[in-house]
């Protein structure tokens, strides 16, 4: 073999010695050779040795002073994929530990992320099952990754940016909620240059003109501060803090400002020993010079999710430029720029620590909501929310903090603390004071929920919500909720088909010839047959079909019709239901149709089917599942009511005149109303009986025909107020 690859090894070696004395060298050798000899005769598209890869990223994982095991599942990351190797030789040769990373990794190898929710969806399912295992998959993956955009020049254009923005949708955004900052802004610029390089560019160049200035005035403020700090007995250094260009370019769009504007491009982070000598740093500072008013932040006392720690500020330095602070002891630092792999460490032989699953909430839950969400947009919806998060800070009442994304309401706190509690939530006081369930969450906030065991979730409350805890916890209690509902109603409509038959209901529903037909429509019982029935996927005369015998079915008696209790719905004639007979209907008074129009059905709970046009509005409001063909009973003709609007001069008699017009087509008259308006115009609405759409137009043609008559138009929503512009 030759000697530069001998040399390689050795160096990775070295590194991981540097910080971990009893590493297993010798595994990192032998996965390195193992792997030199299984990639050997393969290339890169960049005419490199394919080994360069495996090895750039154990580098990187040595770099996040990751574990023997973990370095060694780097380099042997693409054997099975790319080399024939299997799973269980890799088990024979190092353990079933790297045997499990490198099996992980290479499932989740085969999958390109694309913007496309379904698709973007099952990928980071399976990722959210790989880090269930071992999250040191994903740290291999996010390396894996990592080198792929440092050698990105060589793929062709096309390639690049899907790449690059599949990053910054997914890769780097995960590395920031696990706290490896430094991979997440490697990830950012790399991707930020493919996508807009115009932009990367002008960000570079602006920069580089004002480095050397800029230099000059951190190394000035440094030493200012060094001599403070030591004359106060603090012990601390200072480091200069590099800018990302993708972040200084998202906040000049967030911000709408210029570059000149962002005004942070100065600064600092201090290292000090001790939590106590962070504020009295932070004391220093802000007695040496001016604090810039609401730029302090203190997430040493409120950590992120992602277990980062800091005091932010910002203050006035010399020459009255804005500098920016960070100030954090050694094992925050470590933390801010190595996250969960700081936290996350594997001593030679052993496990990690488990208990960094439950500092990383937000990855539980993600692991918790996979399980349960089974549509793929509204999973992908979750994880985005979880992804992207801009937090808040606020207290319980017993002064626990707790976070939750830029404009969370009372109703993501109630759920956050139990599912009951969102459910029954009514109110919230903030501080003490009584706020809506709309009201945003900001930092601070004292928040107190109140309930009522008689409340309910409403669909409204998914307009507000922000955590996916609180949107699944929602839509899983309405899914139920009108279950139950679709289930009362198909039972309904199948009772009412049997009897009309002259037959019991309860001898067939209870009995178990109802589960075997559940059966044979492909359901588990026959209350999930009466829900679907509900819902409308199923139809009562299917069901029929099978449950009565031929010859009950063939000796149809003509069903009695009873007298409709008070309050009930009123069934309308002259509409039929496909596939159901003598079902409850109703006519929506959205639209109030008419026989000629278009229409279809909706089934509802507890109230039928309903009637409405084919062009209403309400249409699309509604779930497609429960929709129905319906059709006029041309041999059912009875009269219906009908909105008319009429825009007139404004003059004596017109209402009379109408009136007699209308009476000339045997249209009797519900009601009528004047109003007139200063333009000298009057608006006259009528309720008439018609029988069919032929029959409307017929009167809104002798109307127009009446002298003074400015307009006629149709009404449909005519039960509510009537507005029009004359």
Known sequence: MPDIETADVAE????????????????????????AKSHEGQTRVSGLPYLSHPLGVATILAELRMDSVTIGGGLLHDTVEDCGVTVEQLKEQFGAELALIVDGVTKLGQMEFSRQEERQAETFRKMLLA????????????????????????LPERKQLRIAQETLDIYAPLANRLGIYWVKSELEDTAFKYLNPEAYHDIDEKIASGRKERDQYVAMVKDRIGQELEAGGIKARGIGRPKHFYGIYQ???????????????????????????????????????????????????????????????TVIGPQGERVEFQIRTEEMHKTAEQGIAAHWRYKEGSKGDEKVYEKFTWLRHLLEWQQEM???????????????????????????????????????????IHTEIGHKCVGAK????????????????????????????????????????????????????????????????????????????????KSGEMTEIAKRFSFTTPTDLMAEIGFGKVSVNQVLA??????????????????????????????????VEDIMTRYAHCCNPVPGDDIVGFITIGRGVSIHTADCDRIVEYTPERMVEVEWDVE???????????????RPGMLAKISSAIALCEVNIREATVTTTEEQRALLNFVIDIND??????????????????????????????????
């Open 12 to 35: 990775l070696s070295a590194k991981v010695l540097s910080y971990n004395p009893h590493a297993d060298a010798a595994l990192i050798e032998r996965a390195y050779h193992y792997a």
């Open 131 to 154: 880090m269930a295992k071992d999250i040191r998959v994903i740290l291999v993956k996010l390396a894996d990754r990592l080198h792929n955009m440092r050698t990105l020049e060589h």
């Open 251 to 313: 906040k000049m769009l967030k911000q709408n400002i210029s570059f000149d504007d962002v005004f942070d491009l100065i600064g600092l982070r201090i290292i000090t020993d001790s939590v106590r000598n962070c504020y009295a740093t932070l004391g220093t500072l802000h007695s040496l010079w001016k604090p810039v008013p609401g730029r302090f932040k203190d997430f040493i006392a409120l950590p992120k999710p992602n277990m980062y720690q800091s005091l932010h500020t």
């Open 374 to 416: 089974k549509d793929a947009r509204e999973f992908m919806e979750t994880v985005k929310i979880d992804l992207f998060p801009e937090e808040v800070y606020v207290f319980t009442p017993r002064g626990d903090v707790k976070s939750f994304p830029r404009g969370a309401t009372p109703i993501d706190f109630a759920y956050s």
């Open 430 to 509: 903030i501080n003490g004071r009584m706020v809506p369930l709309k009201y945003q969450l900001h930092n601070g906030d004292a928040v107190e929920i109140l309930t009522n065991p008689n409340h309910f979730p409403s669909k409204d409350w998914l307009k507000i919500v922000k955590t996916a805890r609180a949107r699944s916890k929602i839509r899983a209690w309405i899914k139920a909720v009108e279950k139950e509902r679709s289930i009362s109603l198909g039972r309904q409509l199948l009772e009412r088909e049997i009897q009309k038959y002259g037959l019991n209901p309860a001898s067939f529903l």
């Open 546 to 579: 099978r449950l009565l015998p031929k010859e009950v079915l063939e000796a149809r008696q003509k069903p009695v019709k009873t007298e409709q209790k008070p309050g009930a719905t009123h069934e309308v004639g002259g509409v039929k239901v496909k596939g």
């Open 636 to 650: 059912e003709v009875i009269p219906h009511p009908v909105g008319i609007s009429v825009v007139t001069v404004d």
């Open 693 to 726: 759409l032929n029959h409307l137009q017929k009167v809104m043609k002798t109307i127009r025909q009446v002298k003074g008559v400015i307009s006629v138009v149709r009404v449909k929503d005519w039960h509510g107020p009537r507005k029009r512009n004359m």
